[in-house]
């Protein structure tokens, strides 16, 4: 029932682009997508209704494909501080967010 | 900026001892949340609260797990007889409207289950 990520983990360089994928065998309302540092709490990056439509903010971004019930975030030219983990969270139903079992980022100088 | 609260930072206990961890929401904040996260493993869904009452839960959320707001301000998760496998970090979240929006975490509560 939960999401699948990919890939488990990324290794860059500043300056350096990602992508992290999540997809979903079933149908989604929703797609959400947190950043989490070691030892603290996720931290909301964004969210993504259905629609299929692209967000962004800074040099992140997201989209999501509800044909193929995939999202994918986007980090251009990273910076130290995108290192952590990331995961995507799906909304199947209304108040019921699975998470995937996410992806490690580490950006190196 | 307003956040998430909560206590204890790390609770120790017995196994088949009962324990509360305690969240204090957002103020204005509506909908309420509990996850947890075994180290090193994925965040995980354990209830979501509304209108005083459940709205969904997972598997996880079994007869042991229950959850309160015993008043205007405090979110309670309660597990009646930890096991060993309780060990984990439990994070609460708040939202302010429906599910589809941001949900903001607390720090998270560390349970270690002797």
């Known amino acids: 029932q939960q999401p699948v990520q990919s890939p488990q983990a990324v290794i860059l360089r500043e300056g350096e682009d990602a992508v992290i994928n999540c997809s979903s065998s079933k149908a989604l309302y929703s797609v959400h997508w947190y950043r989490q540092k070691h030892g603290e709490a996720p931290v909301f990056l964004m969210i993504l209704l259905k629609g299929g439509e692209q967000k962004g903010h800074d040099k992140i971004s997201a989209s999501f494909n509800e044909k193929k019930q995939q999202s994918s975030l986007y980090l251009t030219a990273s910076q130290l501080s995108y290192s952590g983990t990331y995961f995507c969270?799906?909304?199947?139903?209304?108040?019921?967010?699975?998470f995937g079992a996410g992806t490690r980022l580490t950006v190196k100088p | 900026e307003p956040e998430v609260t909560q206590t204890p930072s790390h609770q120790v206990t017995q196994m088949g001892q009962e324990v509360i961890l305690r969240c204090v929401p957002i103020s204005n904040h509506l909908y309420f949340y509990w996850y947890r996260q075994i180290l090193g493993q994925k965040v995980e869904f354990l209830v979501s609260?509304?209108?005083?009452?459940?709205?969904?839960k997972s598997e996880i959320f079994d007869d042991q797990f229950s959850v309160e707001r015993p008043d205007g301000s405090n979110f309670t998760l309660k597990i009646r007889s930890t096991k060993l496998e309780d060990s984990a970090m439990y994070f609460c979240?708040?939202?302010?409207?429906?599910?589809?929006?941001?949900?903001?975490f607390g720090p998270g509560t560390r349970l270690t289950v002797l």
């Open positions: 609260f509304y209108n005083n009452e459940i709205s969904e």
């Open positions: 979240a708040s939202s302010v409207t429906s599910g589809y929006n941001e949900q903001f």
């Open positions: 969270g799906t909304e199947r139903s209304y108040l019921d967010m699975r």
